[in-house]
Structure formats: structure tokens, C-alpha cells
């Protein structure tokens, strides 16, 4: 079965900085695309950041690119999500969330078969 744990969110002030962690159990990482998604209150879930491993495509969205950067340690087991200059707008509940290599997502919630259980982001003053 395949599980994570996601680590590293957490309450922080605007402008401020956060790195979200994503270990998997059960499998190794190497063999799957991974991508990074929120969803905000009231709102759908959106892709942020996707890094499709086979082609080395990395596909940002308006809300992370130039902030957000995605990353992965294939020794570790981890993929992370690097995020810079924190606004109110983007709290929400991250998820880490990975499909088998080769997919060639084009980083829509709905491509991805296997999720994290989310972790809340809360950028606050």
C-alpha cells in the first residue's frame, strides 16, 4: 500500500518561507511523477507544481511559478516543496500526490492516483 507522510507546514507570516516534505512508505518514489497540489477553502483543488521524471518536464502554474519549487531526493524517498514569499491567499491544505512514471501529467488533480493526506499551510500576521 502506498503511503506518506507529509511534514513541514505550519503557521507563518506573510513574505515568509515554508518547505513541505513528502516521504513515501511502502514504495520507492523513483518509479512514479510527482506533483504538489492545494486546495484552498471554498475553492477546488489546484495543481501548483509537477515534475514528470521520465521526460524531466516541470510543469508550474500561475500560483507557484517563480515562488515554488519542487524537488525530489529519490534516496531519501522524499519529494519536497520549497515555498518563498508566502501571501495570505495561498493558505490552504497541501497535498503531495504521485502517478506512475511515464504519465506525462499536465498537473491536474485528476491524474494523480496516489495522495498525501494533506498538510495545512496558514499564512497569517
Known amino acids: 500500500q502506498l503511503q506518506f507522510v507529509e511534514s513541514g507546514g505550519g503557521l507563518v507570516q506573510p513574505g515568509g518561507s515554508l518547505r513541505l516534505s513528502c516521504t513515501a512508505s511502502g514504495f520507492s518514489l523513483r518509479f512514479y511523477d510527482i506533483g504538489w497540489f492545494r486546495q484552498a477553502p471554498g475553492k477546488k483543488r489546484e495543481g501548483l507544481s509537477c515534475l514528470n521524471a521520465s521526460s524531466g518536464k516541470l510543469i508550474e502554474t500561475d500560483s507557484a511559478r517563480g515562488r515554488f519549487t519542487i524537488s525530489r531526493d529519490n534516496a531519501e524517498n522524499t519529494a519536497y516543496l520549497q515555498m518563498n514569499n508566502l501571501g495570505i491567499e495561498d493558505t490552504g491544505v497541501y497535498y503531495c500526490?504521485?502517478?506512475?512514471?511515464?504519465?506525462?501529467?499536465?498537473?491536474?488533480?485528476?491524474?494523480?492516483?496516489?495522495w498525501g493526506q494533506g498538510i495545512q499551510v496558514t499564512v497569517s500576521s
Open positions: 500526490a504521485v502517478v506512475a512514471l511515464g504519465t506525462e501529467t499536465l498537473c491536474r488533480a485528476y491524474e494523480y492516483d496516489y
